[in-house]
């Protein structure tokens, strides 16, 4: 049977951009190993043009950040009526903000910490909340623009009020949570392993950690209790669930675990376009289920669609 023109959407104009391309790269290259015909895409503002004179049967959404997996490009090819992978335009939309995303998750008993959303410009010299804590902007992956604030620093990061900020006037600032970093992949209604991110040689799994050769190691499955393991399955599955999700997500969490081992665990939010880098860790997670990177991207194939 003829396999499907898949064109894989990748690049963007995003801070994501980078690693948008290794993304689409690796995907693309996998989806030919797999029989498809494939286009690949370097998305620009003429994006709905392009697609309406190639006319592929699906589109595989690798876009990251802004424009990519906030529900804009979702919605163009809603327009179009291409189907596509990943989540629809409200799931996109709402996951893709931080606060929004937590409220919902929350109604859902999904244990979120502690947040607020402020302009940058309002934190002036005075903590907005009692240190230690993390500041991060409301809609941007990839760590971009996240900062950690320290038990003993006398003021917030000077950075907030800089020029060269990039990202964005509204930041949340959300209670710092100790412990381990933990994520699980869920795809389409089947919730996929825990797996356990150590960075190396970094403060936290930040920019070089995650796409960096090397900058983190990926533990799965986690070395966590069984019931821990289970309670973070159910809880990424009922975030995808909450959110409406569709397609691939992961779902990302802290686990302090430093004075017993129920601990306190804390979702921190889910992403829906999940990154398929080389270094990627859905893709590992995946592999640990015996799903191999082709064969989870042709079932990402199969199960785009309009409408989502």
């Known amino acids: 049977m003829k396999k499907k023109h898949v064109a894989v959407l990748m690049g963007g104009f995003s801070s994501e951009r980078p690693v948008s391309l290794s993304s689409g790269a690796a995907c693309a290259d996998a989806l030919e190993a ?58 996109s939309a709402l996951a893709m903000d931080k606060e929004r995303a937590k409220t919902v998750a929350r109604a859902a008993g999904v244990p979120v910490a502690p947040s607020l959303v402020v302009n940058r410009f309002d934190i002036g010299a005075q903590h907005p909340m009692p240190p230690p804590y993390v500041v991060k902007p409301v809609a941007e992956g ?76 990926h533990e799965c499955p986690a070395k966590i209790s069984p019931n821990i393991y289970q ?32 601990g306190e665990l804390v979702w921190l939010e889910l992403n829906t376009q999940p990154g398929m880098t080389p270094t990627s860790l859905v893709p590992d997670i995946a592999a640990e289920a015996g799903i191999g990177f082709g064969e989870l991207l042709s079932w990402m194939v199969e199960d785009a669609s309009c409408s989502r």
């Open 34 to 91: 797999e029989g498809y015909r494939v286009t690949r895409v370097d998305v620009d503002r003429d994006i709905g043009r392009v697609l309406g004179e190639l006319k592929p049967d699906v589109a595989f959404n690798a876009l990251h950040g802004p424009y990519g997996e906030d529900g804009t490009i979702q919605g163009v090819l809603e327009f179009l009526g291409i189907p596509y992978t990943h989540s629809g335009v409200l799931a």
């Open 142 to 217: 990839s760590s971009f623009g996240v900062v950690i604030v320290r038990e003993d620093q006398s003021h917030p990061p000077q950075i907030l009020g800089s020029s060269e900020w990039r990202y964005g006037e509204r930041v949340m600032v959300e209670r710092y949570v100790h412990g381990r970093e933990l994520t699980c992949a869920v795809m389409g209604e089947r919730v996929l392993g825990v797996c356990e991110i150590v960075p190396v040689g970094h403060a936290f799994y930040d920019y070089d950690s995650k796409y960096v050769p090397g900058g983190s190691k």
């Open 231 to 262: 309670k973070i399955q159910t809880l990424s599955l009922a975030a995808h669930k909450a959110l409406g999700c569709r397609g691939v997500s992961r779902s990302d969490f802290r686990y302090d675990d430093r004075f017993s081992q129920e």
